[in-house]
Nanobody, 125 residues
Framework: VQLVESGGGLVQAGDSLRLSCAAA????????MGWFRQAPGKEREFVAA????????DYVDSVKGRFTISRDNAKNAVYLQMNSLKPGDTAVYYC???????????????????WGPGTQITVSS
């Protein structure tokens, strides 16, 4: 079982990108999902999370109003729409599964048990 992120790239400040995270099987339709990022020289940090049924979402303050997390369980996919990108958003972005069926949202990396390899986002000023 594997998660694969896509949609990264090099953009200018103010641009938009949409990240996708896909799994080969419907492994996460019952689980909360999260996006995290890791900038060079920094620890991995929480970005956004979405409940298994997409009713609840959570965002780190620095991306509120700019990023939107969504999911399509029929397509085994989770998305992160990123608008008004800033150089400070430059990082490798990872999606992850919180493998506890029906569990709520979490910002803790320790609550997530399956990670993708990441996709690089570089925002130039």
């Amino acid at each position: 079982v594997q998660l694969v992120e896509s949609g990264g790239g090099l953009v200018q400040a103010g641009d938009s990108l949409r990240l996708s995270c896909a799994a080969a099987t419907g492994i996460f339709k019952d689980y909360a999902m999260g996006w995290f990022r890791q900038a060079p020289g920094k620890e991995r940090e929480f970005v956004a999370a979405i409940s298994w049924n997409a009713i609840s979402t959570d965002y780190v303050d620095s991306v509120k109003g700019r990023f939107t997390i969504s999911r399509d369980n029929a397509k085994n996919a989770v998305y992160l729409q990123m608008n008004s990108l800033k150089p400070g958003d430059t990082a490798v972005y990872y999606c992850a599964v919180r493998p506890t069926s029906g569990a709520g949202l979490s910002r803790s990396m320790n609550e997530y048990g399956l990670w993708g390899p990441g996709t690089q986002i570089t925002v130039s000023s």
